[in-house]
């Protein structure tokens, strides 16, 4: 079984920083593209930033400039680094890829969209 991990979230001031981890576990053929996205209270989820393996990126034009995503291909692990850090970027914050490659229970691979549970982040003074 697949699963996706965040860890870093937490509470932080007016224009700081933190870094957001995911790591995947399981069997894992590939994990393409893998990226973040965050849902504010009372608010549908958003697409905060997306990675492929070759390190082309997307950003939501919210964080553009301020948000860097990377990932470790080696690790199946995907970064958020977070600077200048607003209380509108509250919200609990999920690691997620649309396609990971793993076998399933007959070992035959397919393709499987995967969320982690997130991590929340609170931006306030």
């Known amino acids: 079984q697949v699963r996706l991990v965040e860890s870093g979230g937490g509470l932080v001031q007016p224009g700081g920083s933190l870094r957001l981890s995911c790591a995947a576990s399981?069997?894992?053929?590939?994990?393409?593209?893998m990226g973040w996205y965050r849902q504010a209270p009372g608010k549908e989820r958003e697409l905060v930033a997306t990675?492929?393996?070759?390190?082309?990126?997307n950003y939501a034009d919210s964080v553009k400039d301020r948000f860097t995503i990377s990932r470790d291909n080696a690790k199946n692990a995907v970064y958020l680094q977070m600077n200048s850090l607003k209380p509108e970027d509250t919200a609990v914050y999920y690691c997620?890829?649309?396609?990971?490659?793993?076998?399933?229970?007959?070992?035959?691979?397919?393709?499987?969209?995967?969320w982690g549970r997130g991590t929340l982040v609170t931006v306030s003074s």
């Open positions: 990675i492929t393996s070759g390190g082309t990126t």
């Open positions: 997620n890829s649309p396609k990971v490659l793993t076998p399933d229970t007959t070992g035959r691979y397919r393709y499987l969209e995967v």
């Open positions: 399981g069997i894992i053929l590939t994990i393409n593209p």
